[in-house]
Structure formats: structure tokens, C-alpha cells
Nanobody, 124 residues
Framework: VQLQASGGGLVQAGGSLRLSCAASVRTFSRDAMGWFRQAPGQEREFVAA????????SYADSVKGRFTISKDNAKNTVYLQMNSLKPEDTAVYYC??????????????????WGQGTQVTVSS
């Protein structure tokens, strides 16, 4: 399984970006897709996740109300719409695929496959 993330870039504070992550193989009903991010010198942190069939979502408190995760089952693609971006959103963003487990799907350990990362830089 390969995950190809794209859509990162440089944007001013208050701006928007849309990240995409395409999976090379079909995603199954038990799967979840997630976005994580890692800033320099910091640990990778959870951003958002979506259940592939049910469509229910989960967000980190720091992005709730600003970011929206969505999916296109036909294209095996997950998106992250990021609005009202802040300088503290600057990080490398990674998409990942794993098995949905309600108690762990907000953690990196729940995900088996990872994309290569895309850089998001928000200037003040």
C-alpha cells in the first residue's frame, strides 16, 4: 500500500490549504484514514481521522472548527481542508491508513501505512 500526499505549501496566516492523500489500493470497510503532523523538534501529533465507510470523524482540539477531513471512496482519496491557518500549524503533514479501533484511532500506533509527508508553512 502506498499513500501519496500532496497539497502543502506556503500560506499567510488566515489562509487556506487543501491536502490530498491518494491510496494505491482499495481501502476496506474496517479502515480509518488519518492525518498527523510533526513540527521541528516535536513529536508527531494527531490532527484528524475519518472512518472509511461510516464517515464519522475525529479532530484534535487545536484544529476543531478550522480543519475538515473528508473522503472520496471512488478515488481512494482522503482530503484535509485547512482554513484559518495559524503559524503554529506549520509542520510536515502525514496521511496514514490503519484499522479503526475507537480507543486508539487518534494515535499513530493505530496506523500501519504512512505517506511521505507534505510541508505546510504558515507565515505570520
Amino acid at each position: 500500500v502506498q499513500l501519496q500526499a500532496s497539497g502543502g505549501g506556503l500560506v499567510q496566516a488566515g489562509g487556506s490549504l487543501r491536502l490530498s492523500c491518494a491510496a494505491s489500493v482499495r481501502t476496506f470497510s474496517r479502515d480509518a484514514m488519518g492525518w498527523f503532523r510533526q513540527a521541528p523538534g516535536q513529536e508527531r501529533e494527531f490532527v484528524a481521522a475519518i472512518h472509511w465507510i461510516g464517515g464519522f470523524t475525529s479532530y484534535a482540539d487545536s484544529v476543531k472548527g478550522r480543519f475538515t477531513i473528508s473522503k472520496d471512496n471512488a478515488k481512494n482519496t482522503v482530503y484535509l481542508q485547512m482554513n484559518s491557518l495559524k503559524p503554529e500549524d506549520t509542520a510536515v503533514y502525514y496521511c496514514a491508513r490503519g484499522q479503526y479501533i475507537s480507543t486508539t484511532w487518534r494515535t499513530a500506533a493505530a496506523y500501519d501505512y504512512w505517506g511521505q509527508g507534505t510541508q505546510v508553512t504558515v507565515s505570520s
